[in-house]
């Protein structure tokens, strides 16, 4: 199994910036891509990114391409999320997702392993 916690949500103007992380733990000597995902209370989960376990396996969602990087730190077990020019309807909030494996996907039934999730609030 793979444990995971994400920090770094919080409240920021828009066209503000914020970090967040996801810690890995648990069996992370195994390959394991990881997808970030946003939920709004009443709508389903969302697609934002994902990276698969080699560094340059990055992938985006058209609505946060150009203003979100996603990389790891293998060594550290830790996916950061950056997140540039934030908008109000960036508003959610984020979870990051593991799946064992060396490649990602954009689809959240496709990860087996979740953490808490952190508030995002982009405020004008």
């Known amino acids: 199994q793979v444990q995971l916690v994400e920090s770094g949500g919080g409240l920021v103007q828009a066209g503000g910036s914020l970090r967040l992380s996801c810690a890995a733990s648990?069996?992370?000597?195994?390959?394991?891509?990881i997808g970030w995902f946003r939920q709004i209370p009443g709508k389903e989960r969302e697609y934002v990114a994902a990276i698969g376990w080699g560094a340059d396996m990055s992938y985006y969602a058209d609505s946060v391409k150009g203003r979100f990087t996603i990389f790891r730190d293998n060594a550290k077990n830790t996916v950061v999320l950056q997140m540039n020019s934030l908008k109000l309807e960036d508003t959610a909030v984020y979870y990051c997702?593991?799946?064992?494996?060396?490649?990602?996907?954009?689809?959240?039934?496709?990860?087996?392993?979740w953490g808490q999730g952190t508030q995002v609030t982009v405020s004008s």
């Open positions: 648990g069996r992370t000597s195994s390959p394991y891509a």
């Open positions: 997702a593991a799946r064992l494996g060396y490649y990602s996907s954009d689809s959240f039934s496709n990860y087996d392993y």
